[in-house]
């Protein structure tokens, strides 16, 4: 039962994680990269303040409940899945925490009115750190999905 009920919150989790990083992807970002500079600074202020501590409770989280699968389920194809996914999430964490987060702090500090003339741009930067972790994600909830699955 327990292994049944720590499945379905990985899958929600994981679901949770991929789904948010996935819609970012499709329309926060082409809307962000789309703005002018002093409203792209504003903006990604304002969208940012409320993924912390959220996110990195969900992804972590997620990475705790697949570790305790892998060691509860009995061997095959579900517990490597869930080992794997443990690797994944921490993957998507080490991303965020290493590329996105640093360049969100950057941006923190910048005040939309004053940007200066040799300001560089961290929008495709940003973007392509992005990607990589919507794309961990997605493979999380992938192999999330297929455990329960063989389960």
Do not use: C, Q
């Not at 290493?98 to 741009?121: F, G, M, Q, Y």
């Amino acid at each position: 039962m327990a292994v049944s009920l720590l499945a379905v919150v990985v899958l929600v989790t994981s679901g949770v994680v991929a789904g948010v990083l996935f819609a970012v992807a499709l329309s926060v970002v082409p809307a962000l990269m789309a703005m002018p500079a002093d409203r792209y600074l504003y903006t990604t202020n304002l969208l940012g303040r409320n993924w912390d501590p959220v996110m990195p409770i969900l992804v972590l989280g997620t990475a705790l409940a697949d570790l305790a699968l892998a060691v509860l389920s009995g061997p095959g194809g579900a517990r490597t899945l869930y080992g794997t996914t443990v690797v994944l999430m921490i993957a998507v964490a080490g991303v965020s925490h290493l590329a996105n987060v640093p360049i969100n702090r950057i941006l923190r500090k910048l005040e939309p009115d004053s940007i200066p003339d040799d300001w560089a741009d961290p929008r495709p930067r940003w973007r392509a750190w992005h990607l990589l972790r919507t794309t961990i994600a997605v493979v999380a909830l992938t192999a999330n999905s297929v455990a329960l699955a063989m389960s």
